[in-house]
C-alpha cells in the first residue's frame, strides 16, 4: 500500500518498522481498545453489534485464514479493511473499494457550542440518521468507541460525528453525517473541529478514512487541514462453506 508525505504528516516508518496506522484495527485492539477484543489464534475483532472492524496479522499465514473462517462462521462475509493479497482457495471477494487515509495536519480543531455529547440512549436517533444518511458501519454498541457529539434543533438529532478506532497515539473520526435537510450549513465542519478537539486535548492525533471516489468529502477534509497518508482498500470475503474448527473465540486478557 502506497503512503505520501506532505510537511508535518508523518511518512513511511523505518525499513522494517510498520506504522501503528498502517494496520490501525490490529493496533486499536491490541493497545487503547484491547478491552473490546475477541481473538482467535492471531486474528482479533470487535464485538459484532460493537463494530465490524477485525485485524490480520500483517503477513496473515494458513493457520490465521483457518482461525479467521472459524471465528466468523461458514459462509459468513467479512470485512477485511486494508488487506492487499491475495485470499486463499475457498474465500471469495465480495466487495471491494478503494480508500484513503488522512491525518491531521494543522486543523483549526475547537469546541461547537451547539454539540452535545451523545450516548447509549440515543443510539436508536443515531441509528435512525445513520440509515438515512450512510456515512458508513454504525452499530447498536459504536457509541462506546469513543466520544460522539450531535447537533440537535428542536430536539431532533440532524448531524453527528464521533470516534471510532483507536491505535496508540491515535484517534479515527468517523459516523460524520448530517441530516439532507440541512446540509449546507456546516454542520459537519463543526462537528470534525469538536471531535478533533477533544482528541487533541488528550494529547493524540486525529485520522480518518473515506472512499477514494468521496471527491466531496475529500475536498472537505483537505480545506480543514487534513492531508493524505496513504491509500488502502476496504473489501470484504465471504469465508469457506465448510465447518470451522471448534475452537471459541475468547477476550483477549
Keep these: 500500500m502506497s503512503a505520501v508525505s506532505s510537511p508535518g504528516v508523518p511518512g ?3 525499513a522494517g518498522v510498520p ?3 498502517d494496520n490501525p ?7 487503547p481498545h484491547a478491552h473490546f477484543a475477541e481473538r482467535r489464534g492471531r486474528v482479533l475483532r470487535y464485538p459484532v453489534d460493537v463494530s465490524p472492524w477485525l485485524a490480520l496479522p500483517d503477513e496473515p499465514d494458513a493457520r490465521d485464514w483457518a482461525d479467521l473462517a472459524a471465528l466468523a ?15 486463499p482457495d475457498g474465500w471469495e471477494i465480495t466487495f471491494r473499494v478503494e480508500g484513503v487515509q488522512f491525518v491531521d495536519d494543522g486543523l483549526a480543531a475547537a469546541p461547537e457550542p451547539e454539540a452535545v455529547r451523545l450516548g447509549p440512549a440515543d443510539v436508536p436517533e443515531m ?6 444518511t450512510q456515512p458508513g458501519p454504525f452499530l447498536p454498541r459504536t457509541v462506546e468507541l469513543g466520544t460522539y457529539l450531535g447537533i440537535r434543533r428542536d430536539g431532533a438529532l440532524i448531524a453527528m460525528a464521533g470516534e471510532r478506532l483507536h491505535p496508540p497515539g491515535w484517534t479515527e473520526i468517523s459516523a460524520v453525517c448530517t441530516d439532507p435537510a440541512f446540509r449546507g450549513e456546516g454542520l459537519a465542519t463543526r462537528l470534525i473541529l469538536a471531535v478533533a478537539h477533544g482528541i487533541r486535548e ?7 478514512h473515506t472512499s477514494a471516489e468521496n471527491t466531496n468529502a475529500i475536498r472537505l477534509y483537505e480545506s480543514l487541514g487534513f492531508r493524505l497518508r496513504r491509500r ?3 473489501l470484504a470475503a465471504r469465508a469457506p462453506q465448510r465447518p470451522a474448527r471448534d475452537r471459541a473465540a475468547v477476550p483477549v486478557p
Aim: a negative charge; charged letters at 15%; aromatic letters at 6%.
Design 12 to 14: 513511511p516508518a523505518a
Design 73 to 87: 462462521g461458514p459462509g459468513a462475509e467479512v470485512p477485511l479493511p486494508g488487506f492487499r493479497g491475495e485470499v
Design 232 to 234: 488502502t482498500a476496504f
Design 127 to 132: 441509528l435512525d440518521l445513520v440509515a438515512r
Design 202 to 208: 488528550r494529547g493524540e492525533t486525529p485520522f480518518l
Design 19 to 21: 506504522h501503528v496506522l
Design 25 to 31: 484495527a490490529l493496533a486499536s485492539l491490541t493497545g
